[in-house]
């Protein structure tokens, strides 16, 4: 016979057990979120459609846990958006060197244009965007128009 107290525990258990699994985050649904944020994009623009993405109740933002974040980019470096807020818009990232030799801009137009859209960049590279940790980030783009890349990046 179960107490109320037992109900209550066991409730409790299913929910955190819930908010953990829904908090986790792999490869392919930082794909999949890519992919609807460019749709996203495309579809409202780009101020319309970054502040929809910047919205944790979309499901395009958890800084918090994985990291997950979009940012848009255009083809000459300059930022467009960033909702982990470790750049501005309008700043120019396009001089950006990463330790691997390669640069910010290099790595995302070559996924965008000769690749499916998914890189990794090593744990030395960029920092998670509230823990600072520096470990590996996994981040998908997709062109949105002739000029613009949206990116989603998280640490998992």
Known sequence: M????????????????????????????????????????????????????????????????????????????????????????????SGFALPTGSTV???ILKAVDNGDGTFSWPGDAIPHPVTGALQSSTVHCEAVNSSDIVCAMAWF
């Open 2 to 93: 179960f107490s109320k107290l037992h109900a209550l525990s066991l409730g409790l258990a299913a929910s955190l057990a819930f908010t953990g699994s829904a908090l986790a985050l792999d490869a392919s649904e930082l794909i999949t979120k890519g992919k609807t944020a460019a749709q996203i994009l495309s579809s409202e623009g780009i101020d319309a459609g970054s502040v929809k993405l910047g919205d944790p109740a979309q499901g395009y933002l958890d800084l918090d846990n994985s990291g997950l974040h979009t940012f848009g980019v255009n083809r000459k470096g300059i930022i467009l958006f960033d909702h982990s807020k470790q750049t501005e818009k309008g700043m120019d990232i």
């Open 105 to 107: 801009v290099d790595d």
